[in-house]
């Protein structure tokens, strides 16, 4: 990129453009011991799964999405993804531990999450965008972001947005190790 001018924000921090993915469609089925193994997790510190949203056709790794109703202590809607953690992650130095992980999306507890209602783009897109930043370390060969800053990728941006959004709304993603 040095002969070709860098573009930068109203900030001065650089706009980073994302490569096109380069690894073809692979065919993922989710592993069930681990599934397994991520539920009991998930109800032992989350709480109970009320429901799993099952990926039909998975590419690279098989993202389920469990829900977690509100409860008396924990007043919004919790989605956690299994799968990501099928697959080792590339993880910096000094962050070995973590190439297995999920994610974890905090949602108000007045969201609309009933099957009716997350047909509806408008109430759907934090779930899509969780199970998407679920798959993107194994699209482009990445870490989980929390631990590094990916520099000449769009992950990097993806995340930001992200994170704009979600202040805005409300929404809380968290990603968290899986040690098995």
Known sequence: MSDKKKLVSLSGEPIWKH?????????????????EEISEHIEKHVGP???????????????????????ENRDFHVFVTSGMS?????????AE???????LVSLPSYW??????IKDEE?????????RLARMPHEYDMGPFLFEKVADSHF???????????FI???????FEINM
């Not at 799964?49 to 409860?71: A, K």
């Not at 609309?112 to 209602?117: K, L, M, R």
């Open 19 to 35: 490569k096109e993915r380069t690894k073809p469609f692979e065919l993922a089925i989710g592993d069930e011991k681990t599934l």
């Open 49 to 71: 799964i009320q429901m799993v949203w099952h990926e039909i056709i998975s590419d690279l790794v098989h993202i389920d999405l469990h829900y977690i109703s509100p409860s």
């Open 86 to 94: 099928d697959k080792p992650m590339n993880t910096p130095e000094g």
């Open 97 to 103: 531990n973590c190439k297995y992980a999920e994610l």
């Open 112 to 117: 609309p999450v009933a099957e009716e209602s």
């Open 123 to 131: 109430n759907y897109w934090p779930l899509r965008m969780v199970k």
């Open 156 to 166: 990097y941006n993806f995340v930001t947005a992200f994170w704009f959004f979600a």
């Open 169 to 175: 709304t409300g929404v809380i993603l968290t990603i």
